[in-house]
């Protein structure tokens, strides 16, 4: 839900703990050509959304496991599948790559609504849900290798910085940005190698980012807690 609550009631669920002892396999699905899935399954009209690591984006029988279509993004989809009505009567599934690209897919066919860069930054990516309110699509945006490329003496390290945008759900056009670090980052000096050094950087948002409609105020968790009003 919108605070990420993470918990499926026992009434919805239609199962409680004394049943879980007593479910066995029932279906299992194979991915073809990759090593895993990072976001959880979605479930909605009996179907089963899901990304995987090489791109390719599922809608699967809930009951049987059959495949109803696969979309295929260039790259990996670490994200879950935000699936909601939208305009015209049909169901869009929103979810993020780790090229810090987003997409809108028609739930019913897979076909591409619309496909949106959010972050030009080489290093950027999209880890979190997009979360849904209204007509505004909530993204976060997180930087998943340049940590690990400043291990590099060669690397000029640090120039990205974490943000969190609001798109039009219908076109995926952008309707504002904000960054988690205000001050765009400039050389702070050089490495005894001679690297140029940049600051400040960071903060990304890993997470699908958590909402208040009745205070307005969207919750972000970076290295710490942010509010964004």
Not at 200 to 214: C, E, Q, R, T, V
């Amino acid at each position: 839900d919108l605070a990420n609550s993470r918990f499926q009631p026992a009434a919805r669920a239609g199962i409680g703990a004394a049943d879980v002892p007593k479910l066995k396999l029932k279906w299992a699905f194979g991915f073809p050509q990759t090593f895993s899935v990072l976001g959880q399954p979605t479930v909605v009209g009996g179907r089963l959304f899901l990304g995987s690591a090489s791109g390719r984006v599922y809608s699967l029988d809930a009951r049987t496991g059959c495949q109803y279509w696969m979309f295929n993004a260039p790259t990996t989809v670490r994200t879950a599948i935000t699936v909601a009505a939208a305009p015209g009567g049909r169901y869009a599934a929103y979810f993020g790559d780790t090229n810090a690209s987003v997409y809108a897919i028609d739930a019913q066919t897979g076909a591409l609504l619309w496909k949106t860069h959010v972050e030009e930054h080489k290093m950027a990516r999209i880890t979190g849900s997009p979360k849904l309110v209204g007509n505004r699509l909530y993204v976060p945006v997180a930087s998943g290798v340049e940590e690990m490329a400043a291990a590099q003496p060669s690397y000029p390290c640090c120039t990205f910085r974490g943000s969190l945008l609001a798109l039009d759900a219908q076109t995926g056009k952008q309707i504002w940005k904000t960054y988690t670090i205000p001050d765009p980052p400039a050389q702070t000096g050089q490495s005894a190698t001679g690297t140029k050094k940049f600051g400040p950087s960071g903060a990304s948002i890993w997470d699908s980012p958590s909402i208040d409609l009745k205070r307005r105020l969207i919750y972000a968790v970076l290295a710490g807690l942010a509010t964004l009003g």
